[in-house]
């Protein structure tokens, strides 16, 4: 939801008419990525924090340094707050800024996978190791090699084998990959370096992993989303084409990639017939909430799926302090997410 338009809301009566209550409110939470791990649900959000920084178009005002793990027995039990898993003061190549994570699951090892900006001001993916679901995590020394970007969520095929889903345009630099490597010319603003309104928009990114999950197994590649017509969504399309928080789920066969906006706060997805895409266009799963962010992960939880998001209705609108919640989707008789309004 556009920020002009927070200093008219009546908060009261937005929290009354939310479909949804956030999770925990001792702390700030944002970016949920949920899984059910023996029975149980965890959720890996990032932890939002009030530095002091200026708003701007690069999130410089998102400064989390640590994540915290949440779990819940049911959908509808309480959420409990395990503490900190990782802080960036235990990653060797980190400076700041841990950003939205994922985590899985292989061989009963836990891997916590996320973006934190290094001492040369870019972006890189890392992965965090622990023996318990809620951490401690112990980080690798270097990032994954070749990753960029932001927002990575792992994606487990029904055959065993892993796939990082990952990138974001503005804050998270992208646009600044486009020839393969960091392109570090000014200006530093979020509008460089993308393509123009009717050229092909900026792909997210997929690399599939390697059997340890500590790295990738190739080059990570574009993950294509097309339009009705089967040509690539354009960067102008700014309601439909990919921003940041890349999601991958699977339902009866099909796999569905899910995304936000960004600029125009939609969570919105698109299906195909291979975790490598291509993928197509099919609609909106989330209307926007208040805050200037909208990012999500969607999970399976004894036989329905539900939708993991946040607002910032808790703290009034303030963009960079969220709060997680969690609603079920449903679908139609042709696998389509019917749309979720977050507030009634």
Not at 50 to 63: Q, T, V
Not at 291 to 303: K, L
């Amino acid at each position: 939801m556009p920020e002009d338009s927070i200093e008219h809301i009546d908060f009261k009566d937005l929290n009354e008419r939310a479909i949804s209550q956030p999770l925990v409110k001792h702390i700030y939470t944002a970016d949920p990525s949920a899984h059910v791990f023996d029975g149980k649900i965890y959720i890996y959000p990032s932890h939002d924090v009030d530095a002091g920084e200026a708003f701007d178009d690069l999130g410089s005002h998102f400064a989390m340094e640590d994540y915290h793990v949440i779990s819940m027995d049911t959908i509808d039990s309480e959420a409990v707050d395990h503490g900190v898993a990782l802080h960036v003061n235990d990653v060797p190549w980190a400076d700041k800024q841990m950003w939205a994570p994922d985590a899985n699951e292989k061989d009963g090892k836990y891997y916590l996978f996320f973006p934190a900006k290094g001492y040369d001001g870019i972006f890189k993916i890392g992965v965090a190791v622990g023996d318990s679901p809620v951490g401690p995590f112990t980080a690798q020394p270097e990032p994954i090699k070749g990753s960029f970007s932001i927002d990575p969520a792992v994606f487990k095929d029904d055959d065993g084998v892993y796939y990082m889903y990952f990138g974001g345009i503005w804050g998270g630099q992208l646009q600044r990959w486009r020839e393969g490597k960091f392109n570090a010319e000014f200006p530093e603003s979020p509008m460089a370096h993308l393509p123009a309104d009717n050229e092909p928009a900026l792909c997210p990114k997929v690399a599939k992993m390697t059997d340890d999950l500590l790295e990738f197994a190739h080059e990570a590649k574009d993950l294509l989303i097309l339009d009705e017509k089967g040509e690539p969504l354009l960067n102008g399309d700014n309601e439909r084409r990919f921003f940041e928080a890349a999601w991958m789920h699977k339902y009866q066969g099909k796999y569905y990639f899910s995304y936000s906006t960004g600029d125009t706060h939609f969570i919105c997805y698109a299906i195909g017939d291979s975790p490598y895409g291509p993928f197509t266009y099919a609609g909106r799963i989330l209307e926007p909430v208040v805050g200037w962010t909208s990012h999500h992960s969607i999970c399976e939880v004894s036989g329905k799926w539900y939708l993991f998001y946040h607002d910032s209705s808790l703290s009034e609108g303030v963009t960079h302090l969220r709060s997680v919640k969690v609603a079920e989707i449903t679908y139609d008789a042709e696998g389509k997410i019917n749309t979720l309004l977050p507030y009634s």
